[in-house]
């Protein structure tokens, strides 16, 4: 069974910094391109960034591209997103998300970490 | 960017009857195109992607239809665990993926 846990949301200010880290297991993780998508209220689900299986090719969407940095470590089967000056509008809740085997969509959903930006 | 727009906002629906979803595109994404559901408190779960092909442990009475810009999901007779909202989803045009404003499917 496919488990995909992340950790390291919270709340932080204007500007400020927060890796978020996805625990995955059940399936051959280097084999997978993974993601971050993200969902607010008021903006619904938002592609955020891909990362190929290998990690040697990296995608961002257009309003976190120089801001967050995607990775991953496939000894650990572990998937991150470092996200530096971050704004209110980052404010969502970030899912990991393995992408399906037969097009860019998403497959397998994590359970969600809440990050918040406010002062 | 491709707008996808959803409709209804909300659809009140009875158990047992047939519930049916819209999902339109601002330019063709020919078929690919992915629903989503979501119930409170959780993540969405795939349910139909390539326009048509229902997800793994996906129940039959899902199915999606249409290509180019419009599309249709449709819920043959509802269960109960069906009331939440459903998401399209294009990814024809990646990496810029987008969603749609989701529909609210409520108990009538």
């Known amino acids: 069974e496919v488990q995909l846990l992340e950790s390291g949301g919270g709340l932080v200010q204007p500007g400020g910094s927060l890796r978020l880290s996805c625990a995955a297991s059940?399936?051959?993780?280097?084999?997978?391109?993974m993601n971050w998508v993200r969902q607010t209220p008021g903006k619904g689900l938002e592609w955020v960034s891909t990362?190929?299986?290998?990690?040697?090719?990296?995608y961002y969407a257009d309003s976190v591209k120089g801001r967050f940095t995607i990775s991953r470590d496939n000894s650990k089967n572990t998937l991150y997103l470092q996200m530096n000056n971050l704004r209110a509008e980052d404010t969502a809740i970030y899912y990991c998300?393995?992408?399906?085997?037969?097009?860019?969509?998403?497959?397998?959903w994590g359970q969600g970490t809440l990050v918040t930006v406010s002062s | 960017e491709i707008v996808m727009t959803q409709s209804p906002a909300t659809l009140s629906v009875s158990p047992g009857e047939r519930a049916t979803l819209s999902c339109r595109a601002s330019?063709?994404?020919?078929?690919?195109l992915a629903w989503y559901q979501q119930k409170p408190g959780q993540a969405p779960r795939l349910l139909i992607y390539?326009?048509?092909t229902r997800a793994t442990d996906i129940p039959a009475r899902f199915s999606g239809s249409g290509s180019g810009t419009d599309f249709t999901l449709t819920i043959s007779s509802l269960q109960s665990e069906d009331f939440a909202v459903y998401f399209c989803?294009?990814?024809?045009?990646?990496?810029?993926?987008?969603f749609g404003q989701g529909t609210r499917l409520e108990i009538k």
């Open positions: 990362i190929s299986g290998g990690g040697n090719s990296t």
């Open positions: 330019q063709s994404v020919t078929s690919y």
């Open positions: 989803q294009q990814y024809n045009n990646w990496p810029r993926i987008t």
């Open positions: 059940g399936f051959t993780f280097s084999g997978y391109a």
């Open positions: 998300v393995t992408l399906g085997h037969s097009g860019y969509y998403f497959d397998n």
């Open positions: 390539g326009a048509s």
